[in-house]
């Protein structure tokens, strides 16, 4: 697979490390370390890695847990951790070719029951005393990963990441998340090509990069070269602040996110720091805030829709946004949409289905289509309130 503007090295690098690691997160990784090994991958709690420093911080976690806590056996990694921790500790799982499932450290209690008994477990804190599988700190994650690993032999095995949602009847299910296999891969493609990202950008990712919104931009900071700059549950000031301080030209936040923003900057009467572009996912999208963001840095607004199943599907470029503001926009390549109960592609409203890198899923949403746009008429069931 080749991004439009990729250089014809970067395509070979890409295409060697899919090679060796299949379509995975950790083909991504392992490319991004070999054509961009000292730019600065991703910045989190203060902490910073290179992409070759992360790819090595990787290996070295990795070699330590192959040897001990696994015992060279293999079994699912559950990764209950915040900070550099959870990066280190999701790709040392992929690079030993284990499936790895993310949660939210607040959550791990609420959906214990879609962690495997035997699951190698991470975590912040204490461990959980209802888990009967082996437990690792993050503090050892971090202690870890300069151990060398450069020795680490290659898997063959097939990595999927997993993603654990709570239904609005409380029901807990499990989910292979959207950016990985090769459906996975063609969507992080079409990201790029409609919001454009480049090797330059430094991108802040106003999600936890626990869900789903966040790992794609890992994912497309990985694949691309962009940094990527977490911040997760911090005020609206300290976010404008990262903004200024760290030359931010992509943000990626809710809508919710984006209004708090705002109101700090009409609050402080400060000039709006430069962006690039804007996306915006995880809640209702009220097209007066679209006119309000468009108001203060211009059309570079974009809107995208997804779920835990199928990653994002849908998106909506500033073109688009400008013409019709309530829009989630257009489907990704590899993605599709519809109303349950309605045949054809023609107009229609009603409960939406949508069809991603994994999963043909009916979600609890209400949505019109028109003229191919995809608008969510009806409330989230559950938006994005991770702040």
Do not use: N
């Amino acid at each position: 697979m080749r991004l439009r503007g990729m250089p014809p090295s970067h395509a070979r690098s890409l295409g060697r490390s899919v090679r060796e690691h299949g379509f995975t997160i950790t083909a991504l990784a392992r490319h991004s370390a070999r054509v961009r090994r000292d730019h600065l991958a991703l910045v989190v709690d203060g902490w910073s890695a290179t992409f070759g420093e992360l790819w090595e911080a990787a290996e070295g976690a990795a070699s330590v847990l192959f040897r001990e806590p696994l015992e060279r056996r293999p079994r699912p990694v559950v990764i209950a951790c915040d900070g550099p921790a959870m990066v280190i500790a999701l790709l040392a799982g992929s690079r030993l070719g284990l499936d790895v499932m993310p949660i939210r450290p607040a959550l791990l209690d609420e959906l214990r029951d879609a962690v495997p008994a035997d699951a190698l477990l991470i975590h912040d804190g204490e461990a959980p005393e209802w888990h009967a599988g082996p437990t690792v700190t993050a503090t050892s994650i971090l202690e870890w990963s300069r151990a060398d690993g450069s020795g680490l032999a290659s898997t063959r095995r097939r990595v999927r990441i997993a993603l654990p949602a709570l239904s609005s009847a409380g029901t807990v299910t499990t989910h292979v998340q959207g950016a990985l296999g090769i459906q996975g891969l063609r969507q992080l493609a079409g990201l790029h090509d409609r919001l454009g990202v480049e090797g330059t950008d430094v991108i802040l990712a106003c999600a936890p990069l626990h869900r789903g919104k966040g790992l794609q931009l890992l994912g497309m900071s990985l694949l691309t070269g962009a940094t990527l700059v977490s911040a997760a549950h911090t005020p609206a000031a300290d976010r404008i602040r990262i903004i200024e301080e760290r030359f931010v030209s992509v943000l990626s936040a809710s809508p919710g996110q984006l209004a708090g923003m705002l109101d700090e900057l009409d609050r402080t009467g400060q000039a709006p720091p430069r962006l690039r572009r804007i996306l915006l996912a995880g809640q209702d999208l009220d097209a007066d805030l679209v006119r309000r963001v468009h108001a203060t840095w211009g059309p570079i607004v974009l809107t995208a829709y997804g779920t835990v199943q199928t990653g994002t599907v849908a998106m909506a470029t500033p073109e688009l946004l400008s013409k019709h503001p309530g829009t989630v926009g257009l489907p990704l390549p590899g993605s599709e949409f519809g109303i349950v109960g309605h045949k054809g592609r023609g107009d229609a409203s009603g409960l939406l289905w949508v069809r991603g890198a994994h999963a043909t899923v009916i979600t609890e949403d209400q949505a019109r289509i028109e003229g191919g746009r995809l608008t969510i008429t009806g409330p989230l069931q559950h938006p994005d309130t991770a702040e």
